[in-house]
């Protein structure tokens, strides 16, 4: 009887915790209808979404190596 009263007692708690939060969701903010795709002929999307994601993967590769070169290194 005791795990269908804690079973009873958690959903209760999922439910208002659902609850507050669709409660909080702002209503003037912009939805997801309201945005266009990314345009290629732009510079600012083709530096954004293409160029940028490429440099940080190799900074992120280079320090990745960087660090591996200083782990295998032997201290004196």
């Not at 958690?10 to 912009?30: D, E, K, N």
Request: glycine share 2%; no cysteine.
């Amino acid at each position: 009887m005791k795990i269908v009263k804690d079973t009873f007692q958690q959903f209760l708690i999922l439910v208002f915790i659902s609850a507050f939060a669709y409660g909080q969701q702002p209503t003037h903010s912009s939805g997801p209808q309201d945005y266009s795709k990314v345009d290629l002929n732009n510079w600012f999307d083709i530096i954004t979404f293409i160029i940028l994601p490429i440099v940080i993967l190799i900074l992120y590769l280079l320090w990745r190596k960087q660090v591996r070169n200083r782990k295998s290194t032997p201290k004196n």
